[in-house]
């Protein structure tokens, strides 16, 4: 086994070999959510999980948009079923709104 650097064709070959790797996303995907399983407890794990959550525009913009369609509906039936639904959305849309606004400003 030699300790010095590999010859130019081995190391063109190497180099070829870890761009495709590089651009094969289902592997980098894998590789991503290969964990240890976690010893933390059931609750800490879900706050972790609901920390990491990463809306997108469309998710946020439909919650927005059920929200707000609650809202007036609360308030033109004075329905408590509606008005209790709006209260269960509201704080999910908001949350999830703020991830993505954290997530634009790159905090």
Known sequence: MSIGRLPDHEQRILDELERALRR???LDRRMRTLRRPSRRPAPAR???????YRPRVLTVALLFA???GLMVAGM???EPA???AFAALWP???FAGFRLMCRWCGG
């Open 82 to 84: 509606v008005i209790w």
């Open 24 to 26: 094969d996303r289902r």
């Open 76 to 78: 033109v039936t004075s």
């Open 92 to 94: 999910v849309t908001l």
């Open 66 to 68: 059920v929200s707000t």
């Open 46 to 52: 879900l706050l972790s999980r609901v920390a990491a």
